[in-house]
């Protein structure tokens, strides 16, 4: 049987909280997820780890969720989905993703982990994410807060 050697100090445990600035980022793989909330509803969506390409954080990982289970996720969401795509987030750019991208399949199965074709399309794709630091309100910790998104490139 092998032997792993484990050094628990090399390893992350704690979430890197990047100062507030523009950053280009990958994307990672996408993966479903279902939870519940604090109020006790399901909570689901698609997670990718985001990893910042230049500057000093370059290599640097970012957990980023893209939320489903209500009109305003979704909402949200599509920013980030149309400006992974190249689309600009205006009504051109939204007119340009609904006929490019909304036919894609963009079907999740949470209990699997899997994603719809769409999803797998934005893993690897560049974005140019606006990053602060706020505050948990729950816990009073920092938190990354993700204020906009940006074409790498435009389609």
């Not at 994410?129 to 993700?146: H, I, M, P, S, Y």
Request: charged share 25%.
């Amino acid at each position: 049987m092998p032997r792993y050697n484990y050094d628990p100090s090399t390893a992350t445990a704690a979430q890197e909280i990047f100062p507030k600035d523009d950053y280009e980022i990958s994307l990672g793989t996408p993966k479903s997820f279902i939870r519940q909330n604090q109020k006790g509803e399901d909570s689901y969506g698609v997670r990718f780890q985001l990893t910042i390409e230049d500057g000093a954080y370059k290599g640097k990982h970012i957990p980023f969720t893209c939320y489903l289970h209500s009109e305003g996720a979704q909402s949200m969401t599509k920013r980030f989905q149309m400006a992974v795509m190249g689309c600009k987030s205006n009504q051109a750019g939204e007119a340009e993703f609904n006929e490019q991208f909304g036919p894609l399949d963009w079907s999740i199965d949470p209990e699997a982990g899997t994603c719809g074709e769409g999803w797998s399309k934005m893993a690897g794709a560049r974005v140019i994410a606006t990053l602060d630091v706020g505050k948990n309100t729950q816990t009073g910790d920092q938190q990354q807060n993700f204020k906009s998104w940006r074409p790498a490139v435009t389609a």
